[in-house]
């Protein structure tokens, strides 16, 4: 029998084609049907979920598509600041006030940031993913490249239907398993999704409430200040170079202020405390749009650990609100 190895060197059609893989892809499930069963997922759960799995091949190409990234900031600053995504943003913003409001007594998240991530993750869901979920992560653990990392996600989907928070048909997301409109990973889910609306489920697929509760207790939790901003844009001096500013950078506001740093007006920097950094998102590319942030932008980099996207995020939250 062929292993994942060498499946993985063959053509696509023919590394999933059934007559390679099916055989591999049971022996495959029951090892992840005998190590729910230890962890405490119900028998009638694994029935439900794991009958008639094959491999996707979608879920495969997409996961081999690892196209270097070629946008410049100016490219993907505009591409997710778009006219539509911001009016989208606004009137979700407005129509939500007075859920994001209780969102923000509870966890003193800036609700424009939650909103911010929220359209930056699936449109203010608009599109949450069409994937089986479990199909989507058994494929990757079973054949893809990070086969622990998605077995363990596999694992953390099953107890999530076993808990009775989604059902198996209601489960979709991405093709790499990020669910909902948070698109969260299911050991996301189990660290931080909320039961906001108090229904007895954390259900970030269909109640809004658990949804924007949910990124709001992310961010909480990432070390969000409350009142403090994200970030804002500013102008450097000739003499600072941007070569080696990143988010790791950090320095007092004075400190950047005696190094001629100023807010994009030309006006003196803010006295914030704390400890701030500049970065410079588009620099390897030549771009010289530069912002200083602070714990906020780090806290949105723990949703996703690029400057492109928190820059964009913090961005979006400015705008939406």
């Known amino acids: 029998m062929l292993t994942r190895r060498a499946l993985a060197a063959l053509p696509l059609a023919a590394a999933a ?12 499930l029951e090892g992840v049907r005998t190590e729910a069963r230890r962890g405490g997922v119900s028998p009638q759960t694994l029935s439900r979920a794991l009958a008639n799995l094959r491999p996707n091949d979608r879920v495969l190409e997409l996961d081999r598509r690892q196209a270097e990234f070629t946008q410049t900031w100016s490219q993907y600053r505009d591409a997710r600041l778009s006219t539509t995504r911001i009016e989208n943003g606004r009137r979700a913003f407005a129509e939500n006030r007075a859920l994001l409001q209780a969102i923000h007594s509870r966890f003193r998240v800036d609700p424009r940031a939650v909103v911010g991530i929220w359209g930056m993750e699936t449109s203010y869901g ?9 199909e989507a992560l058994a494929t990757l653990a079973w054949e893809g490249r990070r086969a622990a990392f998605f077995r363990a996600e596999l694992l953390a989907a099953l107890r999530i239907l076993d808990a009775g928070n989604i059902s198996v048909e209601r489960m979709r997301g991405s093709h790499a398993g990020a669910m909902g409109h948070p698109q969260f990973m299911p050991t996301s889910f189990e660290r931080l999704a909320v039961d906001f609306d108090g229904d007895g489920r954390k259900d970030i697929w269909d109640s809004r409430a658990d949804a924007l509760g949910s990124i709001a207790n992310y961010l909480s939790r990432s070390g969000w200040r409350d009142g403090e901003p994200w ?13 080696g500013l990143d988010h790791r950078t950090m320095r007092s506001m004075v400190d950047w202020a005696r190094a001629g740093v100023r807010q994009w007006d030309g006006s003196l920097l803010p006295g914030y405390e704390g400890e701030w950094a500049v970065v410079v998102p588009g620099y390897s590319r030549g771009e010289g749009q530069s912002f200083i942030v602070g714990r906020n932008f780090m806290a949105i980099r723990r949703y996703n650990p690029s400057n492109f996207y928190a820059t964009a995020v913090g961005m979006l939250a400015d705008r939406v609100g």
């Open 126 to 134: 608009g599109f949450t993913g069409n994937f089986n979920v479990i």
């Open 17 to 28: 084609s059934p007559a390679l893989a099916q055989g591999s892809f049971a022996s495959f």
């Open 231 to 243: 970030g804002f844009e500013v102008s450097l001096p000739n003499s600072l170079s941007a070569e």
